[in-house]
């Protein structure tokens, strides 16, 4: 695979509607988890900071797609920046 086929590929993936519904359950989750913290006094410390790692790690995977797609795209940007450098150095 290309970084350009990659990259094509994880841009349909963030704007299907599949990701969109994985999204919706994903946020329906992590306010349920955030109301569940504030709606429990007497919650032990292990219990919240359990809840408060399943936020982080739901949050992590909604952005893994963008992430993804920023990475390829600065190494789409190197790589073309390469070859034109390349191109321009045996044109002289």
């Given at each position: 695979m290309t970084i350009k086929s990659d990259l094509k590929d994880l841009i349909e993936l963030s704007e299907s509607k599949?990701?969109?519904k994985i999204n919706k359950v994903m946020q329906d989750e992590i306010l349920t988890l955030a109301l569940?913290?504030?709606r429990t006094p007497n919650?032990?410390?292990q219990q919240m900071d359990f809840q408060r790692g399943a936020i982080?790690?739901?949050e992590q995977l909604l952005n893994v797609p963008?992430?993804?797609i920023h990475k390829?795209?600065?190494e789409l940007a190197?790589?073309?920046a390469t070859y034109n450098s390349a191109t321009a150095e045996k044109g002289n």
């Open positions: 599949g990701w969109a569940s913290m504030a919650m032990t410390q982080w790690a739901a963008e992430r993804l390829l795209q600065g190197l790589e073309d």
